[in-house]
Structure formats: structure tokens, C-alpha cells
């Protein structure tokens, strides 16, 4: 029995397998048999500093549109731009290029590289960034980051995915073709979403090394691709123990009002000018306790240490008041200068006497002294 659905299919001998049904064909002039019976326009706003180099730049954008029949018209004073399909236009589609062009020309990409969307092969793209981030340093932070330092980021990923891109305000304008595309929009959204490029230009990397490798063609190239583990988790804080306070069924007491705070000080009763007065006074003692607080805060460098005269009053009593056998050391100093390592005061006792009894004049004062 033949299938429902395969009942009335028929063969189709034109339809062999060499065809390759994805292929694009290139639309050439003559392939539209009449001209279009509408005109279809677009227009697009550019900013103020832009407007001197589209002045430049613009009879080449005329002259670039005018082979595909197309009308490119520059208003400066509404500070536009506009493209308009005529009846010499012989490619339909050509007129979504063309305003795709005019909107690269508008976020800042120089018209050598905005004039390459108009090839089948090469799409636009402009990612708006500004409303992904809320905090507006964070935002400056992360749209640097998918620049890098010096541009060496962005220049990366212009080479693995063959686009340009052109980081601008709160866009992001990119050009290349469709695959390219698609990847430099979803690096661009992890980028603001707290994923450094880095990560996804080394995954690119991995692919492009595994596409060159035919015997990988048909099979999953995850296990070749790098995981990246998130190093920055914030640990959980404790949660705060909560005391539940005692079932009372009385409300809590009112806090007393401001009136009745002043009726409590007497301050209710007093007059306006005096109200002020104390306000004042309090306000100026305040001031005065203060000053004396910072005048002694500037004055403690200058205070002078205190001194240690404890240690020495100490060592000075030890000596006066031991009793030193002074008859012993008299003896150890005629042998030997026993000076050196007596103190001071005990060494000059010593030595006077050791003079006295050398001395006999000195001899018949002392005899004359005990008479």
C-alpha cells in the first residue's frame, strides 16, 4: 500500500543529486522583466559630528548606488539620509542594502567598508548595547573590555569571524557575512553580560583548528572545546539568627511626640526669642568643647616623654645603702686597680684614703682631727 502523504508525488528526473539546492544565484540585470510599479524609500538620522565627512563622502555614495538604479539623497538640514528605488532599479532587494548602508554610514563605519553590504554575500548588523547594562561605569567597563587594549580584541575577533566591527556610543556595527555575524552578535551580548571575549575567541580558535581536520566533519567537537568554570562565585552569606520576642497581645507604649518631650523640659512654655537664645548657647558650647578637644589633639606632639628617673634612684640606693667592706677593698686595690669595676663613688673613697695614708702630712691632720 502507498502512502497517504506519498499518494500523488510524482518523479522528477530534472531534480538529480549534483544540484545543490543552497546555492545562490547571482541576480543580474535583465533577470526582472519590468520595472517595480511602487517606490520604496528609507530614511535614516545621522549625528551632528558626522556630517562633514558625509559631505565628503557623498557624491561616491551616489555614484555607488546609481549602478543598481537607486537615488541617494543627503538633508542637512534635517540631518538625514535617504535612499529611493526609480524605474531603472533592476534588483528588487537592492533597496534593503542600500538602507542598511546608509545606516553603517550613520554609526561611524567609513564608506570603503559600508559599500561591501551591497555584495549577496555580505549582511549588517547593528547590536544595541546600551540598555543591556544598567550602571553606567560598568557599562564603560564592559564595552572596553570588548575592545581590549590597544584594539587587540576587537582586531582578534575581526579575523576569526571576517568582520568588521565598529564599536560606537551605545552600539555595536558589524559587517561580514552571515555566519560571521551571528557569532560576533553573541560574543557582543556575552561580553555585556559579564563574559569576557577572551573565552569565546579561544573556542573560535579550537573550531577553526577542527574544520581544517576532515575526519572530525561528522562528529561532536565538544570534548575538544574549552569549559571555562566561573572562579568569582560569591559565597553565601550566614543568615542573621532572628530572636522571636515574647507573645504579648498589649501593643507596644507610643513614643512620646515631640510636644511632649518639650513639655517634659519645660521648653514648651518658653518664649521664641528665648528658644533661640538657648539653641545658641547650646550650639556654642558645643562649639567651644570642640575647639578644646582639637587644641589638645594639636598640642599632645609637643609634649615632652616622661622621664625613667625610677631605674636610677633605684641603682643609687642599692649602692648607699650595701654594706661595703671597705678594709677588703683596699687591700685588692693595692695588689691590683681594682677601679674599673667599683662605682664611681665607692672608687674615689677609696682612692682618697689610699692617698691619706700615703700622705703624712695628711697623716698628722687626722691625728690633730682625733684630738
Avoid at 556654642?284 to 606632639?301: D, H, Y
Avoid at 633605684?314 to 669595676?341: H, M, R, Y
Amino acid at each position: 500500500p502507498v502512502n497517504k502523504n506519498k499518494k500523488y508525488r510524482k518523479d522528477k528526473p530534472w531534480d538529480t543529486d549534483d544540484i545543490d539546492h543552497w546555492k545562490m544565484e547571482e541576480f543580474k540585470v535583465g533577470d526582472m522583466k519590468s520595472h517595480l510599479l511602487d517606490e520604496s524609500s528609507f530614511a535614516t538620522l545621522f549625528p551632528k559630528y558626522r556630517e562633514k565627512y558625509l559631505q565628503q563622502v557623498w557624491p561616491n555614495v551616489v555614484s555607488c548606488l546609481k549602478e543598481f538604479g537607486i537615488h541617494a539623497l543627503l538633508d542637512l538640514i534635517e540631518g538625514s539620509m535617504t535612499v529611493k528605488t526609480t524605474r531603472k532599479t533592476w534588483d528588487p532587494y537592492m533597496i534593503v542594502k542600500a538602507r542598511d548602508m546608509i545606516k553603517l554610514l550613520a554609526r561611524s563605519v567609513p564608506f570603503e567598508q559600508a559599500k561591501r553590504v551591497l555584495n549577496d554575500e555580505m549582511t549588517s548588523d547593528v547590536i544595541k548595547i546600551g540598555n543591556a547594562v544598567r550602571n553606567k561605569e560598568r557599562f564603560v567597563k564592559r564595552r572596553q573590555r570588548l575592545v581590549g587594549p590597544n584594539g587587540n580584541t576587537l582586531k582578534a575577533l575581526e579575523l576569526l569571524t571576517e568582520c568588521y566591527i565598529k564599536v560606537q556610543g551605545s552600539t555595536v556595527a558589524a559587517l561580514g557575512p552571515y555566519k560571521g555575524i551571528k557569532q560576533v552578535r553573541n560574543i557582543v551580548m556575552d561580553t555585556m553580560n559579564n563574559v569576557h571575549p577572551i573565552y569565546n575567541i579561544k573556542i573560535l580558535m579550537t573550531k577553526r583548528e577542527l574544520m581544517k581536520d576532515p575526519t572530525l566533519k561528522f562528529e561532536s567537537w565538544d570534548r575538544f572545546l574549552p569549559v571555562f568554570k566561573k572562579k568569582n562565585v560569591q559565597t553565601k552569606k550566614p543568615k542573621k539568627q532572628v530572636t522571636k520576642k515574647k507573645y504579648t497581645p498589649f501593643p507596644p507604649p507610643q513614643p512620646p511626640s515631640k510636644i511632649d518631650l518639650q513639655l517634659e523640659s519645660g521648653e514648651y512654655f518658653l518664649k521664641e526669642n528665648e528658644k533661640k537664645q538657648k539653641k545658641h548657647d547650646e550650639k556654642e558650647q558645643a562649639q567651644l568643647e570642640k575647639f578644646a578637644q582639637k587644641k589638645k589633639e594639636r598640642e599632645l606632639p609637643f609634649v615632652a616623654p616622661r622621664e625613667d628617673s625610677v631605674l636610677t634612684e633605684n641603682k643609687g640606693d642599692e649602692w648607699n645603702s650595701a654594706n661595703v667592706d671597705i678594709e677588703a677593698l683596699k687591700n685588692k686595690l693595692k695588689n691590683k686597680s681594682f677601679v674599673t669595676s667599683v662605682s664611681p663613688s665607692v672608687s674615689k673613697i677609696l682612692i682618697d684614703d689610699k692617698r691619706d695614708s700615703d700622705n703624712p702630712i695628711s697623716k698628722k691632720k687626722k691625728e690633730k682631727n682625733t684630738d
